[in-house]
């Protein structure tokens, strides 16, 4: 299985990009990249994801160089409110081996 | 919106009590999950099950059972509850989208005194 590395915590004030970075240098080729948003007493959200290149969607953007070893969540502009926990998780779509996550980064966003 | 729903939300339990948390999902979802996550830890997984009567022992070695015996429907026991096994436990499914998206519920808080 892809292991995976990320920053245990970051900062960032109101107004500001905020970029998070996930090594994953055993990805395999129908690996596919995905992140989550935990809020404190939920259950991770779905945020994005890739496989190569960059994807963009209302929230957030993901780019994933051409070896695919890791990837970058953007998050523009963030707020308050985007003070999180962030995975990221490498495996198959069809879901043949079931996800695990990892350690995540803890995202505090200042005012 | 999410339709995958666990009960109870939070429970407390004496030690040697059997519990069972409930997991229901109604978007007929082949894959289920169960996490186990302490606060401010990270999330781990202790069974899965890719469909009825399939079920499987996740990363992190559980105490706890599961079982499938319907689509929707996958609860996780546990037969003798210890003050060990207080976590929260959330419950999570996966269909046919093309991303593999995990839905999760809102998990069940476990206090074992």
């Known amino acids: 299985l892809a292991k995976t590395t990320q920053p245990i915590s970051m900062d960032s004030y109101e107004g500001q990009e905020v970029n998070i970075t996930c090594s994953h240098n055993?990805?395999?080729?129908?690996?596919?990249i995905t992140w989550y948003q935990q809020f404190p007493s939920q259950g991770p959200r779905f945020i994005i994801q890739?496989?190569?290149t960059k994807v963009t969607n209302e929230v957030a953007s993901l780019f994933i160089p051409a070896d695919r070893k890791s990837s970058t969540l953007s998050l523009p502009r963030v707020s308050l409110s985007d003070t999180a926990v962030y995975y990221c998780?490498?495996?198959?779509?069809?879901?043949?081996?079931?996800?695990?996550f990892g350690s995540g980064t803890r995202l505090q966003v200042q005012p | 919106e999410a339709d995958i729903y666990q009960t109870p939300r939070y429970l407390v339990i004496g030690t040697g009590k059997k519990i069972t948390l409930e997991c229901s999902q109604t978007?007929?979802?082949?894959?289920m999950y169960w996490y186990q996550q302490d606060p401010g830890m990270e999330l781990h997984l202790i069974h899965y099950?890719?469909?009825?009567?399939?079920?499987e022992k996740g990363d992190l070695s559980s105490e706890s059972t599961v079982s499938r015996i319907r689509t929707e429907h996958f609860p996780l026991t546990l037969e003798s509850a210890r003050p060990s096994h207080t976590s929260q436990y959330l419950c999570?499914?996966?269909?046919?989208?093309?991303?593999?998206?995990?839905?999760f519920g809102e998990g069940s808080r476990l206090t074992v005194l």
């Open positions: 999570a499914s996966s269909g046919r989208s093309n991303t593999g998206e995990l839905f």
């Open positions: 055993n990805i395999a080729t129908n690996d596919y």
């Open positions: 890739g496989y190569k």
């Open positions: 998780l490498v495996g198959d779509r069809a879901g043949r081996r079931a996800l695990t």
């Open positions: 978007m007929g979802h082949d894959k």
């Open positions: 099950s890719y469909g009825v009567n399939s079920t």
